[in-house]
């Protein structure tokens, strides 16, 4: 148990960093897609809505690699205790696989492929910054 609470602690603390650390760069974008999501929501016919149970793997790309990089994080006052180096492929390779799947599910959803991309969008901006703070977490450098 003190290693998943290690990682949820950690992944806050990353979500809390996107949000203070990055301050406007992270709000105003995030702001600004968020209304252009909404407003491409409304506009898709309720009948294509019942397949947007698909796009919930977005999420859980960024979500899986924040709780990585939280739980695997270099701890300093354990410095002989490195992770080994497999632990950096899911950051490393994580943004390629899920623009990968964000562009496969804006295929598969033709009736709403406006807001699948947005939706997409939407999520690489979190799996972005989730990935920054990641890998810095694993690595133990810190900009």
């Given at each position: 148990?003190p290693a998943i609470d290690r990682a949820l602690r950690n992944?806050?603390?990353?979500?809390?960093?996107?949000?203070?650390?990055?301050?406007?760069?992270?709000?105003?974008?995030?702001?600004?897609?968020?209304?252009?999501?909404?407003?491409?929501?409304?506009r898709v016919p309720p009948a294509a809505r019942r397949q947007?149970?698909?796009?919930?793997?977005?999420?859980?790309?960024?979500?899986?690699?924040?709780?990585?990089?939280?739980?695997?994080?270099?701890?300093?006052?354990?410095?002989?205790?490195?992770?080994?180096?497999?632990?950096?492929?899911?950051?490393?390779?994580?943004?390629?696989?899920?623009?990968?799947?964000?562009?496969?599910?804006?295929?598969?959803?033709?009736?709403?492929?406006?807001?699948?991309?947005?939706?997409?969008?939407?999520n690489f901006y979190f799996m972005w910054w989730m990935t920054?703070?990641?890998?810095?977490?694993?690595?133990?450098?810190?900009?």
């Amino acid at each position: 148990m003190p290693a998943i609470d290690r990682a949820l602690r950690n992944f806050g603390a990353f979500l809390a960093s996107c949000s203070i650390d990055g301050g406007l760069l992270f709000w105003m974008p995030c702001s600004f897609m968020l209304v252009l999501l909404i407003g491409s929501f409304l506009r898709v016919p309720p009948a294509a809505r019942r397949q947007f149970w698909v796009l919930s793997i977005l999420p859980a790309f960024w979500i899986f690699i924040g709780l990585w990089g939280g739980y695997f994080r270099f701890d300093w006052w354990h410095p002989l205790m490195r992770p080994p180096g497999w632990v950096g492929w899911p950051i490393e390779y994580g943004l390629w696989i899920f623009a990968l799947a964000a562009l496969a599910l804006i295929v598969h959803l033709k009736a709403a492929r406006a807001f699948a991309l947005l939706f997409a969008a939407f999520n690489f901006y979190f799996m972005w910054w989730m990935t920054l703070f990641a890998g810095m977490a694993v690595t133990g450098i810190w900009l």
